[in-house]
């Protein structure tokens, strides 16, 4: 049996340099907290235990958060890196591999971690070292002539020489709870910044003889952390042009990749098509040779094979059937369940309605709550009347009916099968299958008839 993981978030520090009301690490990244990020990478290691170190932004965090199966440990004062892992100690597990990551590290791997829980669990000290071109602020990797890691030197109290070492400590560690625990204890803030460094313990390890073991992430955006907005707008380009990538790589053809955002989770089948500027949110699932136009934002949809999004498309909460087509200029909103080769065209709002295999909204239309059968043909400008001002209703229209333009149907009604509604009526009872229903001002001509003319002023 190995030893259990626990993971320690810390993310207790104030992020001054957001300029933001909202604590750091819940400002988003890719639609989510920061937070949100970190956790996930902790899931995935399937920790026995996380705590998160709080503080700034008070009970804000855990609420926003909403996990209540983290330990949520409150920093209170913010002393340093070793004293919020102080707050955390009391709750991990005697015996536990720990690991510890930042909150406002967002794009750490899991691969990268899983080495490090290894060394951890073997009794070692695993630390997650870079080289940066300009290391600058943080704390440099101080290694003696065999190598070996003897110390972490905060950029404050570095001296000259120090300082142009350019291996730094990402803060990422991980380590037995036993041995974290005896140091934590010994822990002291006589240093430029009068705070508890976590990094201390490194050199407590190594006085005493452990072994210290530097890991190193495939790529430098694994451990940017964010400490001010241009941070995450770039850190944001990163991991959007790494989910580009993967899905390059899985045969999505995207027509410009760094044109696209995913805000939530994409699955794409065989030959699906991208346009630019397209944002997915949510939960979005692309058929085998979905084609999705430029300009369009999808969340949480499921669009069948070879339906076809043209452009500027709003679609949210929606199920959009086999080869249908979309768009441009289409809004389709939340309960809205399209069968297959349905044609939704520009203008049109649909909302919490089925619309049918094949059947036709193509113009200038608002369909809400409604039931739409196969092979309907909704002519331009038709709108469903569904709220009285206090409640909604339904409409119901059968199959291949034909609606003229310009039709209002004032819900709850419904249009029998093969009916025909003439254009520009107002119908506010059933319409019966198979028959010609119509609702309006009879056409009137007056033989005759002339307009008036304005009156010339006689001069005198
Ligand atoms: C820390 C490291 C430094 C490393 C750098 C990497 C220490 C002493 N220094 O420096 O070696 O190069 O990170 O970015 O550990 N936090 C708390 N409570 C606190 C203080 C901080 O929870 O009292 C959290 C912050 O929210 C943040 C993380 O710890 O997520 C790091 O804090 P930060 O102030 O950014 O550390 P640095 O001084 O930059
Ligand atoms: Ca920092």
């Not at 993967?246 to 696209?260: E, K, S």
Request: glycine share 10%; hydrophobic share 45%; proline share 5%.
């Amino acid at each position: 049996m190995s030893a259990p993981l626990n993971i320690v978030i810390l993310a207790a520090g104030k992020g001054t340099r957001m300029r933001s009301e909202l604590p750091k690490v819940l400002h988003p990244l890719a639609g989510r907290p920061l937070l949100a990020h970190v956790l996930a990478a902790a899931d995935a290691l399937r920790p026995q235990r996380i705590c998160v170190v709080y503080g700034h932004g008070g009970e804000r965090l855990p609420e926003a958060m909403g996990r209540q199966d983290v330990v949520w440990v409150r920093q209170e004062p913010q002393l340093g890196t070793g004293h919020a892992v102080q707050q955390a100690a009391p709750h991990l597990d005697p015996g536990a591999a720990v690991l510890v990551l930042y909150g406002d590290v967002p794009l750490i791997r899991q691969e990268t971690l899983q080495e490090m829980v290894l060394i951890a669990r073997e009794g070692a000290l695993a630390l997650l070292t870079v080289r940066l071109a300009n290391p600058a602020g943080y704390g440099r990797i101080v290694r003696n002539a065999r190598g070996q890691v003897t110390r972490i030197v905060e950029h404050k109290d570095a001296s000259a020489e120090e300082l142009a070492i350019d291996e730094v400590n990402t803060g990422i560690l991980a380590l037995p709870e036993a041995k974290l625990a005896g140091w934590l204890a010994r822990l002291s803030s006589a240093n430029a910044q009068g705070e508890y460094y976590l990094t201390d313990v490194i050199g407590m390890a190594a006085a005493e003889g452990e072994r210290i073991l530097p890991c190193h992430p495939a790529a430098e955006w694994e451990v940017l952390g964010v400490n001010s907005r241009a941070q995450l707008a770039a850190l944001e380009r990163t991991h959007q042009r790494n989910l580009a990538g993967a899905l390059l790589n899985q045969g999505v053809t995207l027509l410009d990749p760094a044109r696209l955002d995913i805000r939530g989770e994409l699955a794409c089948g065989q030959d699906v098509l991208i346009d630019v500027n397209c944002v997915f949110e949510g939960r979005v699932i692309l058929g085998d040779g979905v084609r999705v136009g430029a300009n369009c934002v999808l969340k949480d949809v499921e669009v069948a094979a070879g339906a076809e999004i043209l452009p500027f498309c709003h679609i949210e909460g929606a199920q959009v059937g086999a080869a249908s087509r979309i768009g441009p200029y289409s809004r389709i909103r939340p309960g809205t369940v399209l069968a297959a080769e349905a044609h939704i065209g520009n203008f049109v709002e649909l909302k919490a309605s089925q619309v049918g295999f094949n059947a036709k909204i193509n113009h200038l239309s608002y369909v809400g709550d409604a039931t739409v059968g196969q092979k309907v043909n909704i002519g331009a400008g038709t709108i469903t009347c569904n709220y009285d001002g206090a409640h909604k209703h339904r409409t119901v229209i059968g199959d291949n009916a034909f609606i003229g333009s310009n039709t209002a149907l004032v819900a709850p009604l419904t249009v029998g099968e093969n009916a025909t509604v003439g254009a520009g009526s107002v119908l506010t009872r059933d319409a019966p299958a198979g028959e010609l229903t119509l609702s309006r001002a009879k056409q009137l001509t007056v033989p005759g008839w002339q307009r008036p003319v304005k009156k010339v002023k006689s001069e005198t």
